[in-house]
T-cell receptor, first 113, second 112 residues
Framework: AQSVTQLGSHVSVSEGALVLLRCNYS??????LFWYVQYPNQGLQLLLK??????LVKGINGFEAEFKKSETSFHLTKPSAHMSDAAEYFC???????????FGTGTRLLVSP | NAGVTQTPKFRVLKTGQSMTLLCAQD?????MYWYRQDPGMGLRLIHY???????AKGEVPDGYNVSRLKKQNFLLGLESAAPSQTSVYFC???????????FGDGTRLSIL
């Protein structure tokens, strides 16, 4: 069964510091991969998606993620954190065109001044 | 463009009461989903639908029923609410099964 693991339920950074949120999936087949963000009291919004066109995917709000097949990873990064980035981030994976998305358990990003 | 709209936004129920959560989407999506979100557990799929008139069980279907009589609407029912069903419920829709899902803002349900 496909699964997705997000390492770290909470990540704390200072404003201006690098943001790195980790996501690993279990599959021998390149999957469809997604990152979502959830702000307080809101639903999930799509940040970016990987669909095999390019290994480095750029999303909204300055975020990007790199697909590394050898590491089965799809980590989310942002060079410089902003206070408004404080939110919960979810990684999601689908192995084929006929499988639903499976969501990770989420990582809460805390940004301090 | 409203996207995915959930009603109500908040509700408090007593144990044993029943209620229906409504989800409406205006994007003509075939696929619709109901999730519950609990602290530390991420999103868990309750039921989903692959088209009008169809429904299927997800990861945690017990205690819930769903219906998709119209393509744009997906209803989630609790026949006899239990405190364990206290959660935030999200509806989502997508054009294809593995494509990005569009989420509503959630329904916060408390069962006393």
């Amino acid at each position: 069964a496909q699964s997705v693991t997000q390492l770290g339920s909470h990540v704390s950074v200072s404003e201006g510091a690098l943001v790195l949120l980790r996501c690993n999936y279990s599959s021998s087949v390149p999957p469809y991969l997604f990152w979502y963000v959830q702000y307080p009291n809101q639903g999930l919004q799509l940040l970016l998606k990987y669909t095999s066109a390019a290994t480095l995917v750029k999303g909204i709000n300055g975020f990007e993620a790199e697909f590394k097949k050898s590491e089965t990873s799809f980590h989310l990064t942002k060079p410089s954190a902003h206070m408004s980035d404080a939110a919960e981030y979810f990684c999601a994976v689908s192995l084929t065109g006929f499988q639903k998305l499976v969501f990770g358990t989420g990582t809460r990003l805390l940004v301090s001044p | 463009n409203a996207g995915v709209t959930q009603t109500p936004k908040f509700r408090v129920l007593k144990t044993g009461q029943s209620m229906t959560l409504l989800c409406a989407q205006d994007m003509n999506h075939e696929y619709m989903y109901w999730y519950r979100q609990d602290p530390g557990m991420g999103l868990r799929l309750i039921h989903y639908s692959v088209g009008e008139g169809t429904t299927a069980k997800g990861e945690v279907p017990d205690g819930y029923n769903v219906s998709r009589l119209k393509k744009q609407n997906f209803l989630l029912g609790l026949e006899s609410a239990a405190p364990s069903q206290t959660s935030v419920y999200f509806c989502a829709s997508s054009r294809l099964l593995n494509q990005p899902q569009h989420f509503g803002d959630g329904t916060r349900l408390s069962i006393l």
